[in-house]
């Protein structure tokens, strides 16, 4: 893993990145008792309020760009960047702007500057890095389940573990009794609050953007011949963060089907997966 040290350190950085806006939401804003007689931990805690949000997505988006570079090549992560980034912006702007395909929702201004007004530019950024690694995730698990039309499974898979961490996330992110509220919905359905075709779009939009990527790219990612522990362990934190937001509000169900449906068959995945060797990470470089 030594190519990898940039992707390490961006990935230890985000995580630090989650750890903080959790302490910040969950123990810092409901007990301002604990900071506001310190000038210094005023300043801090604004500063996380304003660019915490932002400030972890873009790390993750640049661990996983860079691990993409190392393990993919320039071509393959360039391509996937370009295409998840691009048509998931546009889905979320058709989304903001007409309530199709995701349904009526607003976001806040906890997660950075906003594209036309409507869409945060982190947003896009936070596709690209969770659906690569769900992508990826997603193609060694179909490998390891010997599963038949390999191509067409592997988009499925990956469509269906980022939908599995959006169960848990939504709920948790737009739940009345957080303090802050990341984006608020103006419509309600049966999912703790969530209307079904969230979810549905959701999918539709990764489906399309890993099958268009896909398609660009050509040739599968060969996932035996990286070291799957990385996007694992980007999909894995990502997930618990947003398990420690629904156990704060209570939500227990969307936590076990993020397990059961997500961090299990993902861990299958890179259980299944061979050690990566010095010489296979140059192959899966050249892939």
């Known amino acids: 893993m030594k190519h990898y040290r940039l992707s390490i350190v961006l990935l230890i950085s985000h995580i630090g990145a989650l750890i903080f806006g959790l302490i910040g939401l969950l123990i810092m804003l409901p007990n301002p008792d604990l900071w506001n007689d310190d000038p210094r931990a005023v300043r801090v805690f604004n500063w996380s309020i304003e660019n915490a949000g932002a400030t972890h997505i873009i790390l993750g988006a640049a661990a996983m760009f860079a691990f993409g570079v190392k393990a993919l090549g320039w071509s393959k992560t360039t391509i996937f960047f370009s295409v998840s980034f691009g048509l998931s912006l546009v889905s979320e702007l058709i989304g903001t702007g007409t309530g199709w395909p995701f349904g009526n929702y607003e976001y806040t201004d906890f997660l950075g500057q906003k594209v036309l007004g409507q869409v945060p530019y982190t947003i896009p950024l936070s596709w690209f ?159």
């Open 129 to 287: 890095y969770m659906g690569l690694s769900s992508y990826l995730i997603g193609v060694a698990l179909v490998r390891h389940l010997r599963l038949p039309y390999a191509t067409l499974s592997g988009i499925l898979a990956g469509g269906w573990l980022l939908t599995v961490w959006d169960l848990v996330l939504d709920p948790a992110m737009a739940h009345e009794s957080l303090q802050i509220k990341f984006w608020e919905w103006s419509e309600t359905g049966p999912y703790f609050g969530m209307p079904i075709k969230n979810f549905v779009g959701w999918t539709l939009t990764a489906l399309a953007f890993m099958a268009i990527s896909r398609l660009l790219w050509r040739r599968e990612a060969d996932t035996t011949r990286i070291p799957m522990i990385f996007p694992f362990a980007i999909y894995t934190v990502n997930t618990i963060f947003a398990m420690a937001l629904s156990l704060n509000v209570d939500l227990w169900i969307p936590v076990v089907l993020s397990a059961l449906l997500g961090l299990i068959p993902a861990w299958l995945a890179v259980k299944g997966s061979p050690p990566t060797s010095k010489g296979n990470v140059g192959l899966a470089r050249n892939a």
